[in-house]
């Protein structure tokens, strides 16, 4: 991994690297900036009128990433898109963010580099701006965490929440890419440049959050709940419906399973609806309307960036979310992993 | 450390832990929160015609604490202390935090839940509310990052630039008493009960960010320049000079050190200026001023908070920092530690 001539972040001194780290998060600074990095805060122009949205997400080396699986700057951009997505499906506009990274002193200075230049990336495309950070020396695994601000229309804005008894369940784009990529690696298909495979590697290491679609959404006024699909749609969908006080039907038939998850899962051995339902990382929406409304939003969203909405199930009062088959039996929609039972990445045990 | 009916993380699955982070969290909640921790991000209602500040600050346990030095609230804590810190260090008003908190799966439950009610306690006792949050699972140590966002007045801000020739430098408090308080921790004094090492390890532990007296030094609009005491004056004060392209001489004498850390350092047989010029983690303010300000400046905050303030030296054109010692010789101002070179808290290697 480390070539003679990569100096390590030890060697390098963190005063170096935090000048290297303020020359590349520069790059992404808009007139939104007045103080970047380097000072003791970032300093942000406040629009008016808007509600802020903060959040936060971290990845774990080993657990949410392995060094021998993906570049440094895709765990960049991995780290990014996650919480991109989490603005996305408030149907807000990402704006500021900052990160830390913990990383051993004798890591190659490549793995700080790389991962910023793919925070900085993923921030720059959809319109944000990394604008400070936290860098510190570990003993352990690398750690990254990002927190993202960003804005949101008050009438605009979706939550968990909100979602009606009769409402359509939908989802944007296609679900199981990430998971497939997953299980190809943890099967060592690695070397295959098949294009399936490098779709669903892709997938998997530079998801690309659905930031302008959640604000497609959004603008069309007719969406009543919205989240994004970070633990896969067996996880998620019962968490809306939760904080919506609903309870749900899937059908098996109309998830749109991503083609790169059925040909990989076919090779593998593998169940597709499964790596669909339950893989997670996706980092699609997942939102509700009223039945009349999905060609509205459908169209909505297509003519902002062309991606597919499928309408999956439907809401009804009560409790429990089901799947239906293609028989029509029903079946309890199996949750997600755990962190902390299976960890996210990497399927390794964490020592639980 | 881990008595036997506490439950680990592992056993207790990260949905119940998120839902008592929820609980600890909704403690600090004011009616800026729109929605808080639950979704998936949080949502703040937006002040006009301020600027918005973002900070993040990591701590790696091992490099940043210990876990068998410090119970879980202080170094939740801590944590939030820093960023507060840095929220006063620009004159501002911390507002809205969110925290990621990586741990093994076998940690005792008690770790996460201290953590969370340090961080909240910290926030609310500055008038800051934890709204969100992350809770992952990891092989290595536990590794808490905390971002917060805060708001100044544009005309009150105050930057690391903007120090101008002839200006005078001061603190606020006292240096030297976290400093003392770790190099007892590192000596085994952890079970004397004297009053100065109490002091020493709660300046250490719990240490209180200057978050009034930012405001109060703000408010008079004489101060030039102003950052945190976080890595120690002589590391700190270069930095300011850096930014506001000045040249500093700071006057041994008129340090004031913490008598905890004198007492201490007699005990211990350390040098009680270094450690308070070079110890780090005082989280004291250091701003300049015209010499004509200082009374002002001075007044202000005591009136505020009580808290002092000293003219500890004098910046002048040129580059560099120097020490002049009690018969009038200049030291080149040595910097403090390098979180690569030897981590912050515990004077342990990073393998580096």
């Given at each position: 991994m480390r070539p003679d001539d990569s100096p390590a972040i030890g060697e390098?001194?963190?005063?170096?690297?935090?000048?290297?780290?303020?020359?590349?998060a520069s790059a992404g600074l808009d007139r939104g900036v007045v103080v970047g990095s380097g000072d003791d805060a970032a300093v942000l122009s406040v629009a008016e009128?808007?509600?802020?949205?903060?959040?936060?997400?971290?990845?774990?080396?080993?657990?949410?990433?392995?060094?021998?699986?993906?570049r440094p700057d895709q765990i960049g951009w991995k780290a990014m898109a996650q919480n991109l997505s989490d603005i996305a499906a408030m149907g807000g506009e990402p704006a500021f963010a900052v990160a830390s990274l913990a990383t051993p002193g004798n890591a190659p200075e490549e793995v700080a580099e790389g991962i910023t230049r793919g925070l900085v990336s993923a921030a720059a495309e959809y319109g944000a701006a990394l604008v400070g950070g936290d860098l510190v020396g570990s003993q352990g695994p690398v750690v990254l965490d990002v927190a993202l601000a960003g804005w949101v229309e008050r009438e605009a804005m979706l939550l968990r929440r909100g979602a009606r008894p009769g409402d359509a369940i939908c989802v944007t784009g296609s679900l199981g890419a990430s998971a497939a990529g997953l299980a190809a690696l943890q099967r060592g298909l690695v070397h295959d440049h098949a294009p399936d495979l490098?779709?669903?590697?892709?997938?998997?290491?530079?998801?690309?959050?659905?930031v302008f679609e959640g604000q497609a959404i959004a603008a069309t006024r007719r969406a009543t709940a919205m989240m994004d699909?970070?633990?896969?749609?067996?996880?998620?969908?019962?968490?809306?419906?939760?904080?919506?006080?609903?309870?749900?039907?899937?059908?098996?038939?109309?998830?749109?399973?991503?083609?790169?998850?059925?040909?990989?899962?076919?090779?593998?051995?593998?169940?597709?609806?499964?790596?669909?339902?339950?893989?997670?990382?996706?980092?699609?929406?997942?939102?509700?309307?009223?039945?009349?409304?999905v060609d509205e939003i459908a169209a909505a969203?297509?003519?902002?960036?062309?991606?597919?909405?499928?309408?999956v199930g439907e809401t009804s009062p009560g409790k429990g979310v089901v799947l239906v088959d293609d028989e029509g039996k029903t079946h309890e929609f199996a949750r997600g992993f755990d962190h902390f039972a299976a960890p996210e990445s990497c399927g390794e045990g964490d020592g639980a």
């Open positions: 390098l001194g963190e005063n170096r690297l935090v000048a290297r780290f303020r020359t590349l009128r808007r509600l802020l949205l903060l959040t936060c997400d971290m990845m774990v080396e080993n657990v949410h990433f392995r060094l021998d699986w993906a490098q779709r669903a590697l892709k997938a998997h290491h530079e998801p690309r959050p659905r699909l970070s633990d896969g749609l067996a996880e998620d969908l019962p968490r809306l419906c939760a904080e919506s006080g609903l309870a749900a039907r899937v059908f098996a038939d109309r998830i749109p399973i991503d083609p790169s998850c059925t040909t990989l899962a076919g090779r593998l051995g593998l169940d597709p609806l499964s790596l669909a339902a339950s893989g997670g990382e996706d980092y699609e929406l997942l939102f509700t309307c009223p039945r009349d409304a969203v297509a003519a902002r960036t062309g991606a597919v909405v499928s309408a």
